[in-house]
């Protein structure tokens, strides 16, 4: 069932440098978001930024640009986000999960 109407944005902020079992951690939360049937996944690579460690991280400079902040985003229903919580407390060890309420005005996929 495709959402519409009134849902919730789930953001993860992590680094790029993060890992889980040796892969990537934000493609191991999409893979997780895909398997558990949640309306869709982005991951978004920024140029710079710091988090609660206070270290800024830019891709501007090549020896400061190891752990370049990530941010991963869904949308979906409110209780398919809230279900999907747990997984994320499994994962994310260091970095920020943020829920903001949004509406979805229009999501259409192409066609297979």
């Known amino acids: ?22 892969r990537p951690l934000s493609s191991e939360i999409v893979r997780r978001a895909r398997a558990t049937g949640l309306a869709g996944a982005s ?12 270290v800024v991280h830019t891709a501007r400079l ?3 640009s190891a752990d370049l902040p990530v941010a991963v985003v869904i949308v979906d229903v409110a209780d398919k986000i809230r279900s999907f919580l747990p997984e994320l407390d499994e994962l994310v060890t260091e970095g920020l999960v ?9 999501y259409v996929g192409r066609q297979p």
């Open 98 to 106: 943020i829920i903001d309420e949004c509406e979805v005005i229009r």
């Open 62 to 64: 090549l020896s400061l």
């Open 43 to 54: 991951v978004f690579h920024g140029v710079e930024g710091f988090g609660a460690s206070s």
């Open 1 to 22: 069932m495709r959402p519409s109407g009134p849902a919730l944005r789930l953001t993860i902020f992590i680094g790029d440098g993060d890992t889980w079992h040796h």
